[in-house]
């Protein structure tokens, strides 16, 4: 193993631009992609101007939930700042949190808590005021409930003195603890998880396809090796061509799974998104196997490269990660998780068709007869 070691530095030592390159391809790919489209659905946020004419609990709880949601860019600004950016189409809409806001909720007086500003040129106005309305009624109405038990506390001579504050946050407790509304999505009978902050591409099933073809691409070393004049030199040493090929397979496979953890670390600490080094690795000796099966179909690299981009590109539309999930889903190829190769990136499943056909493939490339030892 160590002169395989040995003569492989020797081929890395020409070629070490091109090996380190696909070797930090797929994370330099999933890393640009993945900022790109965080830039442009930023960009693609409605921008709402929001006027705080007091800082108190009960406004800067409103300001956290019109910044909470998805669609919106909010900007606080000045009232005169607002309505100059609204008049300049800069942004789509303006809300103004009047003074004594809070008071005015305590005091379940619904008049003039806010006033809202639309352009002719306004399209989120309406959905933004409903869900401003939507938060103050639900406020006002844990106010009139607050009052109802202060009532009822006099009416019956209550032992306990509640305090206002001690009652919305009680009712606020409650909310939270009792999940009064729980939606879960379905798509053709298939429960999905809810996620808060979805990405259009997952970082993992990006990295994992980037993955994938540059594994392939790295993998033309095997039938450069088949073809070298060098290779005939295996006939008086103690190596078989498989046995070289082999020692080279498991070369490259601790190589790249070396890089695969600092990639793993890398994403984790830039997206905070983790996978199991089990999935991690299942993953990399399941794509170097089958690449190195696929590359020993072919005797000319462009066929080999012209095959491995078509692969690739098979794969990454058919199994959602070049395209959007819902998109995926529509086109009805469930059917393909029996067989995704990203199985154990995507979903950590490693009990399917796919590894049990690498598997085979490989186990029958093993025991088959050689023709020549060169």
Not at 41 to 49: L, S
Not at 81 to 107: G, T, Y
Request: charged share 20%.
């Amino acid at each position: 193993m160590k002169q395989v070691i040995a003569t492989r530095l020797m081929h890395w030592k020409k070629q070490w631009i091109g090996l380190v390159f696909w070797l930090l391809f797929p994370l330099i790919a999933a890393l640009s992609v993945t900022m790109i489209i965080n830039t442009l659905q930023e960009d693609a946020k409605v921008p709402v101007g929001v006027v705080l004419e007091e800082q108190t609990v009960a406004a800067e709880e409103l300001v956290e939930k019109i910044e909470a949601a998805s669609f919106i860019r909010m900007e606080v600004l000045s009232e005169q700042e607002a309505l100059h950016d609204l008049e300049k189409h800069e942004i789509d809409s303006v809300f103004v949190i009047h003074e004594k806001f809070e008071q005015n909720i305590k005091q379940n007086n619904r008049t003039r808590l806010i006033t809202g500003y639309q352009s002719d040129m306004s399209f989120a106005y309406v959905p933004v005021k409903e869900m401003i309305i939507s938060h103050v009624q639900q406020e006002t109405g844990r106010a009139k409930a607050a009052f109802a038990v202060k009532k009822l506390e006099k009416q019956y001579n209550g032992q306990e003195e509640w305090t206002f504050e001690e009652i919305t946050a009680k009712s606020k407790d409650i909310q939270r603890e009792e999940n009064l509304l729980d939606t879960a999505l379905t798509f053709k009978g298939t429960p999905e998880a809810v996620n808060d902050n979805p990405r259009l591409f997952p970082v993992w099933g990006l990295w994992g396809i980037f993955s994938l073809l540059s594994t392939l691409l790295v993998f033309d070393w095997v039938i450069k090796e088949k073809q070298s004049k060098a290779i005939q030199r295996l006939v008086f040493s103690r190596w078989s061509l498989k046995s070289y090929l082999l020692q080279n397979l498991v070369l490259y496979t601790v190589v790249m799974f070396t890089v695969d953890l600092f990639t793993a670390g890398s994403l984790y600490f830039i997206f905070g998104e983790w996978i199991s080094p089990i999935s991690l690795f299942v993953y990399r000796l399941l794509i170097s196997t089958a690449a190195f099966l696929f590359a020993c179909l072919f005797k000319k690299p462009f066929y080999y490269y012209t095959m491995s981009f078509v692969l690739t590109l098979v794969i990454g539309i058919s199994s959602g990660a070049l395209l959007p999930s819902a998109i995926a889903t529509d086109w009805d190829w469930n059917w393909f998780d029996l067989i995704n190769p990203l199985g154990p990136v995507l979903s950590e499943n490693y009990l399917s068709f796919w590894p049990a056909a690498v598997v085979l493939s490989f186990v029958l490339w093993l025991f088959r007869k050689e023709q020549y030892h060169a």
